[in-house]
C-alpha cells in the first residue's frame, strides 16, 4: 500500500480556487432593462423594494412599481419583452438598472446638450427614444425601442 502525501497549493492556485469558490457561491445581479424579458420586472420591484401592480391592456401588460413618492412603469409587448418604461415623481429611478445597455447611449447623449441632466434631455434615434424633464420632487419621462413597440401601440400610450 503506498501513501500518498497531500498536494500543496502554491498561492496563485490558492486565490484561484477561492475565486472560483467565489464564482460558484455569490448570486450574479440580475438587471432588468429595456428590451429585456418580463421576469425582468419582479428583479426591479425587488431592487427597488416597491410594490407592484399589473394591468393587462390586452395590447401590453403595464407593470406599476410605486416606491417613496416614485412611479416606475414597464411595459411589457406580447411576446414578453419590456418595449418602453417611464417614471414620474419625487425622486428619478436608477436610469442605468431600467434602461441597461441603453443608457450609455442616453448619457452621452444628455452630455452633448448644452445643460445635461438639468433641462429636458430628449434622444430620438431609430433604435431608441428617451424623454427626461424635472426638478428636484417632479421628475418625468419616458423611454422606448420603436421597433419593439407592439402593432397597435402608440409611443403616447407609454407614459
Known amino acids: 500500500m503506498t501513501l500518498r502525501t497531500p498536494r ?3 498561492p496563485g492556485d490558492r486565490a484561484g ?3 472560483l469558490a467565489l ?5 450574479f ?9 418580463a421576469a425582468s420586472v419582479l428583479t426591479d420591484q425587488a431592487r427597488m423594494k416597491g410594490t407592484l401592480h399589473s ?8 407593470h406599476e412599481i410605486s416606491v417613496s413618492g416614485t412611479v416606475v412603469r414597464e411595459y411589457v409587448s406580447p411576446a414578453g419583452i419590456v418595449f418602453g418604461v417611464s417614471w414620474e415623481g419625487q425622486f428619478p429611478p436608477d436610469l442605468q438598472q431600467l434602461l441597461g445597455p441603453y443608457y450609455g447611449q442616453t448619457k452621452q447623449a ?4 448644452a445643460s445635461p441632466w438639468r433641462a ?6 431609430p433604435g431608441l427614444v428617451f424623454q427626461q424633464t424635472g426638478h428636484p420632487r417632479s421628475f418625468h419621462g419616458t423611454a422606448y425601442i420603436p421597433q419593439l413597440v407592439p402593432m397597435g401601440v402608440q409611443p403616447s400610450d407609454i407614459r
Open 55 to 62: 394591468t393587462d391592456l390586452k395590447t401590453y401588460v403595464m
Open 29 to 37: 445581479p440580475a438587471r432588468a432593462a429595456l428590451g429585456d424579458n
Open 8 to 10: 500543496k497549493f502554491s
Open 23 to 27: 464564482f460558484l457561491v455569490l448570486p
Open 17 to 19: 480556487i477561492m475565486l
Open 120 to 125: 429636458p434631455i430628449v434622444v430620438d434615434t
Open 110 to 113: 444628455a452630455s452633448q446638450q
